[in-house]
């Protein structure tokens, strides 16, 4: 059992020394961040990557906590030929959840596991900028979503800051306009910008499924660009799948290396695909 321990920790050796000193980009979602001890452990193994010399920048979602506070509160939610508006007064909730509850639970948890977190939500810190995304209806035709947004630029200097001081960064996907007012942006869409804008190493896109399957419903450890719009097109790759799938391949457009899509309820995840050869989930490469 010791030797055992000994094999898995020189097999993570090479990885450790590779990744030593790049950035990294997590997209924390899901079931992970609403599990009480999977949130913790989470946590814990991106408090580890930064002790063993990575720079893991945090970028979280919170859709079922503002989904509950909105119910809570009785605000209805309203959709414009099938897509989701976000309203002035839906803003305010999704600001308020996700820079003043979830935010800082994960800097707390950050904390109180060892490491150094700095975070940031919207108009604080500026980090990611942003402008008014408009949907599209089936026929083509352009719909107004209020307060939606989608990124424009990403203040990747001012996190390098931070991550030179060991700080991690914990970015709640909310952008700013160019006149102050403040954008809720679909949180891997987040990731995706803000990987790219740091040209960093791997967007690493926590899910509640294995990654990629095939026709047999097999996990794909590897893939390619290509392949993977060969799959959106015969229809292999479907549902909510696909705008994961989209969002890393504009990672990869812009710079990141590869792109990881695992399922973080299962235990130490992270370092899983991370510091072993086979992985976990699914990369997809350029």
Same mark, same amino acid.
Not at 121 to 133: E, H, L, P, S
């Given at each position: 059992? !010791?030797?055992?321990?000994a ?18 980009v ?11 001890? !999977?949130k913790e452990?989470? !946590?814990?193994d991106?408090?580890?990557l ?20 909105l119910k809570?509160?009785k ?11 976000t ?26 596991? &060892? ?5 940031f939500? &919207? ?12 949907g ?8 107004d979503?209020g307060?939606t947004?989608?990124?424009? &630029? ?8 931070w !991550?030179?001081?060991?700080?991690i ?36 896109l ?7 399957l ?13 392949k ?8 292999? +790759? ?10 890393g ?8 290396k590869?792109?990881?899509? +695992? ?15 086979? &992985?976990?989930?699914?990369?997809v490469e350029?």
């Open positions: 059992m !010791l030797i055992k321990r094999e898995i920790v020189i097999e993570a050796l090479p990885y450790i020394q590779q990744f030593h000193g790049r950035a990294m997590i997209k924390y979602g899901g079931s992970a961040m609403h599990d009480p001890q !999977l452990a989470v !946590l814990r991106i408090v580890l930064k002790y063993v010399g990575m720079n893991p920048v945090v970028v979280h979602g919170g859709g079922p906590d503002i989904n509950e506070e809570r509160k605000i209805q939610i309203e959709f414009v030929e099938g897509l989701r508006k309203t002035a007064e839906v803003m305010e909730v999704v600001e308020r959840v996700l820079g003043e509850k979830i935010n800082q639970e994960i800097v707390h948890l950050i904390k109180k596991n &060892g490491g150094k977190a700095k975070g939500c &919207g108009k604080y810190g500026r980090v990611i900028r942003a402008k008014k995304k408009f599209r209806t089936q026929d083509g035709r352009e719909v979503l307060f947004g989608q990124v424009t &630029g990403v203040r990747y200097r001012y996190l390098q800051h !991550l030179k001081r060991d700080d960064p914990v970015l709640a996907p909310v952008g700013v306009g160019r006149h102050g007012q403040v954008f809720n942006i679909n949180a891997d869409s987040a990731a995706a910008a803000v990987a790219g804008f740091l040209k960093a190493d791997k967007l690493i926590l899910t509640d499924v294995r990654g990629v095939d026709q047999e419903k097999t996990l794909i450890s590897k893939i390619d660009r290509s993977v719009n060969k799959l959106i097109a015969q229809g292999v +790759i479907t549902g909510g799948m696909i705008p994961k799938v989209e969002c391949l504009q990672a990869l457009k812009h710079g990141v590869s792109v990881h899509i +695992i399922n973080g309820k299962i235990p130490h995840a992270l370092l899983l695909e991370i510091f072993t050869n086979h &992985g976990i989930g699914t990369m350029k």
